[in-house]
């Protein structure tokens, strides 16, 4: 801990607003808002030098946690915007629901004691998603039928336990994951606020009933479909486990000051057994099994985070850029139901490196709503060999790979009750997305979707415990040769 | 049983009577713009108190509605020097006109929030007088509204200009509002797209005097 330095002196106040006069009058005049309007006349922002830092309302994990999340030091002068901001990555804690900031007369004039008062989650935790989609081509999911409606679902319980000064120990059944998963995050790492998180994830994809109904979906006994990127797979085709799945993740972040930071994300999954099978293929016949199946995604990326919360976003920008290298193998026997042989494909391999950038923005509208405008490119190079393609042939092929996608979304709490031990919010989601994708060359795969959109409605309801959404979405897809 | 439940159902409804914040006035003044005085007490409320104490800037937005359409607004922002123990406080109106004042204790901030009065729209043209009644509503946000400037300066503008075009439609000039809109729409959306609402409240108001 610093030693408390006394606080500015006055001709450096007075210097900084003057500086801050001349830096205001130069943004009126450029903007053309001119001093005349309201937003001229206001507090000048208030500066405040922290002497302590207390923190209130912590009983379930360590009070390290909020201090090193918040990367507020004693000994330092920060703007109300810099506590706000602060506030703002405390509340994006999983720990966290909400946070309040006040201040109390220091030892000495002109010195501030902050105190953080929290609110924390429960130690225990649940969380249910369910989403009914209908899609406007026919999908795969699994085996060989296809659907134009689908149901996807995901049901989580775990608990939390304090680890430490700056840790936090989680178990859980069910999730994206896996039936079972554990995990560790680490706050205050480097010395100056990052943090780190390292889970294991198993599931065994116990029986046939388990399987998924949607082309992203975890099924009810752990076997888990996913629709990979066309980078990795440009056929547009789920793979979805019929054995245990194996996935370990670590996410490690680097504070940069303010809101900036860099991230870097690991994950690697290795499954026995399952079926690849072409989402948009009007054949029903045709399949692949797979075995050895392992894939591996890094991303590094600058991020810029001013959200004031990660479940319900009602201001700030997300802002994302970065590098993504994914890898996927696998040992494919393709099948034909219609008659063909089974043939062997082989070891088949797919590697993307690929530059990605997302961006988010969140504005209240009115009392209780709020209006976000969101967007995603992708634009990458990638290698495939051996993949089987719509006719049955192998691709083996470099190609560019590149996706687009923007978002609008509107969202009105219905409910929000934030008092005491009394904590409910119920808010009603809308959002619509369009989005685009290819590859070139096209490898001839005319199936594959180039653009298409989604609209999505439904209810998520949070409380103390954890997070219920249920919602309803059409997908709209264009395949364009 | 059914006693026991109507006595809580009453002693609810009384506390909630109790509780329950008289309205500020609304009054058209000489100039035919709205004014708003004998502001709410809702320095009281448990949130907004906590806040005022905090040493931290409260910013209360006022906004004046009918039928789900903004007419005007204002902002005052209130923080307490906890060294002085003093609360400055900057009101601006809808005309873009502030006042700075500085106020030394509670006491006094309360006596000056229930005197103080400040335009909340600016004069209407002749063809559409005031309504007789309409809503007017308070958020009050903590933090300061300094921070976010950009984004500020980007809606302000936006909406300036989308004010700008509709003035041109606009053949009578005593009519022309392009200006005052985007003054009300400054004073508001500076403010808006700060922190959460603590508090909100929102009355029907009877608008006094007028032509």
Redesign the interface.
């Known amino acids: 801990m610093r030693k408390p330095m006394p606080p500015e002196p006055m001709r450096g106040r007075r210097r900084f607003r003057v500086h801050a006069l001349l830096v205001f009058t130069l943004?009126a005049w450029a903007?053309?808002?001119a001093a005349?309007?309201?937003?001229?006349?206001?507090?000048?922002?208030?500066r405040?030098f922290l002497e302590k830092i207390t923190i209130e309302g912590v009983t379930t994990f360590a009070p390290g946690i909020v201090i090193a999340e918040s990367l507020l030091e004693t000994g330092r002068v920060y703007?109300?915007?810099e506590?706000?901001d602060a506030?703002h990555r405390i509340k994006r804690l999983p720990l966290v629901l909400d946070v309040?900031?006040?201040?109390?007369?220091g030892s000495e004039?002109?010195l501030?004691e902050l105190v953080i008062r929290v609110r924390e989650t429960r130690r225990w935790f649940w969380g249910f998603d369910l989403n009914l989609a209908g899609w406007s081509e026919p999908v795969s999911v699994s085996g060989v039928e296809t659907t134009n409606f689908t149901e996807s679902s995901l049901a989580l319980v775990g608990r939390r336990f304090a680890a430490g000064r700056y840790g936090v120990v989680y178990a859980a059944l069910g999730g994206a994951d896996g039936t079972m998963q554990v995990g560790y995050t680490r706050h205050d790492l480097f010395a100056g606020g990052g943090f780190g998180s390292l889970s294991l994830a198993g599931s065994d994809c116990a029986s046939d009933n388990g399987q998924p109904s949607s082309p992203s979906d975890v099924g009810d006994a752990g076997c888990q479909t996913e629709l990979v990127g066309l980078g990795l797979d440009p056929t547009y085709s789920n793979w979805s486990t019929t054995a245990g799945t194996v996935r370990l993740r670590l996410t490690l972040g680097y504070p940069l000051g303010g809101n900036r930071s860099l991230r870097l994300k690991g994950s690697y999954r290795a499954t026995e057994s399952g079926l690849r099978r072409l989402a948009l293929d009007t054949d029903p016949g045709r399949l692949a099994l797979f075995s050895d199946r392992y894939d591996v995604a890094l991303n590094l990326s600058w991020v810029s985070n001013s959200v004031?919360d990660p479940v319900f976003p009602?201001?700030g920008?997300l802002l994302e850029a970065g590098l993504d290298v994914q890898t996927l193998e696998a040992d494919l026997f393709q099948y034909d139901l219609s008659g063909s042989p089974l043939a062997v494909a082989g070891a088949s391999r797919s590697h993307q490196l690929a530059a990605l950038a997302t961006a988010s923005w969140h504005?209240?509208v009115g009392?209780q709503g709020s209006f976000s405008l969101g967007g995603e490119a992708l634009i990458g190079r990638s290698r495939i060999r051996n993949l089987p393609g719509y006719d049955l042939e192998l691709l083996d092929a470099d190609v560019t790979v590149w996706s687009a996608s923007a978002t609008a979304g509107y969202g009105l709490f219905l409910k929000q009750l934030r008092t005491g031990e009394r904590w409910r919010e119920l808010r009603w989601e809308n959002s619509a997305q369009l989005f685009a994708g290819g590859i070139a060359p096209s490898l001839g795969q005319d199936q594959v979707p180039h653009y298409g959109g989604r609209v999505t409605t439904g209810l998520t309801y949070r409380n103390t415990w954890g997070i219920l959404r249920f919602t309803l979405s059409w997908v709209g897809l264009e395949a364009t040769p | 049983m059914k006693g026991v439940v109507l006595i809580a159902l009453t002693l609810a409804s009384v506390c909630s009577a109790a509780r329950a914040v008289p309205p500020p006035k609304v009054a058209i003044d000489a100039e035919q713009r709205l004014v708003v005085g004998r502001l709410a007490a809702i320095l009281d409320e448990e949130a907004v108190a906590r806040q005022l104490e905090s040493g931290l800037t409260t910013t209360f937005v006022f906004r004046v509605e009918v039928a789900g359409r903004v007419l005007g607004g204002a902002r005052v922002d209130v923080r307490y020097d906890l060294w002085d123990e003093v609360f400055e406080v900057v009101v601006v109106g809808a005309d873009g006109r502030g006042e700075r004042v500085t106020l030394a204790g509670r006491t006094a901030l309360a006596t000056w929030w229930s005197g103080v009065e400040f335009v909340v729209a600016e004069q209407r043209p002749r063809s559409t007088p005031w309504p007789r009644e309409l809503v007017l509503a308070v958020e009050v946000v903590p933090f300061s509204v300094s921070e976010q400037d950009d984004a500020q300066r980007w809606f302000v503008r936006s909406f300036g200009e989308s004010a700008a075009r509709t003035d041109r439609q606009v053949t009578d000039p005593a009519e022309r509002r392009g200006d005052s809109l985007e003054k009300v729409l400054g004073v508001l959306m500076a403010t808006s797209i700060q922190g959460s609402a603590l508090y909100s409240a929102r009355w029907v108001v009877t608008v006094a005097g007028g032509r």
Do not use: H, I
């Open positions: 943004v903007t053309g808002a005349q309007s309201g937003a001229a006349l206001r507090l000048e922002e208030g405040f703007t109300e915007g506590l706000r506030a309040e900031f006040s201040l109390k007369k004039r002109d501030y004031d009602t201001r920008t504005w209240p009392e």
